[in-house]
């Protein structure tokens, strides 16, 4: 591994090699294909994304949501949005569920004040390898130290350890639950960038864009100011959430911007 500069990082799936002489003691021979590599935190196999936002303090930011779960779908990570902070009431919760609606992404509402939803958390870590992501604030450490605190039940060799807060320059480390799924230790991705997505590659991060299967008047269209372009008809119908569009608008514009700079 050393030759072909292989380093095992957490979430790894390996082949060991059991040693004879010493029960329990083995080497790692092997490094089985990844699903995923994440490099900040270094980690491999992430499977799930949760992605925080909070209903209020701090307001909502969903261009930052949006960005994430974007990212999160281009590394073949599957985001789950959670809106924490649902015991701070606030009139206007149905206009994120809305937003999100037709992206078909799961949506888990959550109070780690008073533990609502957090067992909905728990129960979608089942056999996955899952992390948090959002901005500061939010509520990611409270959320994972009162999933800690319920499901007792929750073990492994790194079970005693609560969730680590934002100043940190250890490695990541996976928690072992009792469900048969991991989640890493460290809230990460608040730095991720999306410059690696080409701006007319970005609507296939959109699973409401996606998944439509008409096509438009233009094969290249990239759904911005092209004439007869389903995408905008869908964003005229509602089925496709206007704030959501318009986001998908300056984050294209920023895009331009980066690729523009970048081979100047
Ligand atoms: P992080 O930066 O995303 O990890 O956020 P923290 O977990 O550190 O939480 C930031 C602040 O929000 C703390 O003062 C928490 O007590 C508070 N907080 C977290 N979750 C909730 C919640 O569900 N409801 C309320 N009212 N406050 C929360
Ligand atoms: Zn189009």
């Keep these: 591994m050393r030759i072909g500069n292989l380093t095992p990082l957490p979430g790894d799936r390996v082949l060991v090699e059991l040693l004879d002489s010493e029960i329990g003691k083995g080497v790692i021979c092997e490094i089985l294909e990844r699903t995923s590599l994440l490099t900040r935190p270094a980690i491999a196999n992430l499977n799930q994304l949760?992605?925080?936002?909070?209903?209020?303090?701090p307001e909502p930011d969903l261009l930052l949501a949006d960005k994430l779960i974007i990212s999160a779908l281009s590394h073949e990570i599957m985001?789950?949005?959670?809106?924490?902070?649902?015991?701070?009431?606030v009139p206007d919760i149905d206009s994120i569920a809305k937003q999100y609606e037709h992206t078909g992404l799961k949506q888990i509402y959550t109070s780690a004040i008073t533990?609502?939803?957090i067992d909905d958390i728990f129960d979608s870590m089942k056999?996955?390898?899952s992390g948090f992501a959002g901005q500061s604030g939010v509520g990611?450490?409270?959320?994972?130290?009162?999933?800690m605190k319920k499901?007792?039940?929750l073990t492994g060799v790194l079970g005693e350890k609560t969730f680590r807060g934002k100043h940190t320059t250890r490695h990541a480390e996976l928690f072992v639950l009792n469900n048969d799924g991991f989640v890493l230790d460290t809230p990460g991705f608040s730095s991720y960038e999306l410059e690696n997505i080409m701006y007319n590659d970005l609507w296939q991060y959109y699973p409401e864009m996606?998944?439509?299967?008409?096509?438009?008047?233009?094969?290249?269209?990239?759904h911005v100011a092209e004439p007869d372009c389903r995408i905008k008809e869908l964003v005229e119908q509602g089925l496709i959430h206007q704030k959501r569009y318009q986001r998908?608008?300056?984050?294209?514009?920023?895009?331009?911007?980066v690729h523009k700079n970048r081979w100047r």
């Excluded at 949760?50 to 303090?57: A, D, G, L, N, R």
């Excluded at 985001?79 to 009431?89: F, T």
């Excluded at 996606?210 to 990239?222: P, T």
């Excluded at 294209?252 to 911007?257: M, N, Q, R, V």
């Design 50 to 57: 949760f992605v925080v936002i909070s209903v209020t303090q």
């Design 79 to 89: 985001p789950v949005l959670v809106v924490n902070k649902i015991d701070l009431q």
């Design 115 to 117: 533990g609502e939803g």
């Design 127 to 129: 056999g996955k390898i």
């Design 140 to 147: 990611k450490s409270s959320i994972l130290n009162s999933m």
């Design 151 to 153: 499901e007792a039940m």
């Design 210 to 222: 996606a998944e439509v299967k008409e096509n438009c008047r233009f094969q290249g269209c990239i």
């Design 248 to 257: 998908y608008l300056s984050l294209i514009t920023t895009l331009k911007e």
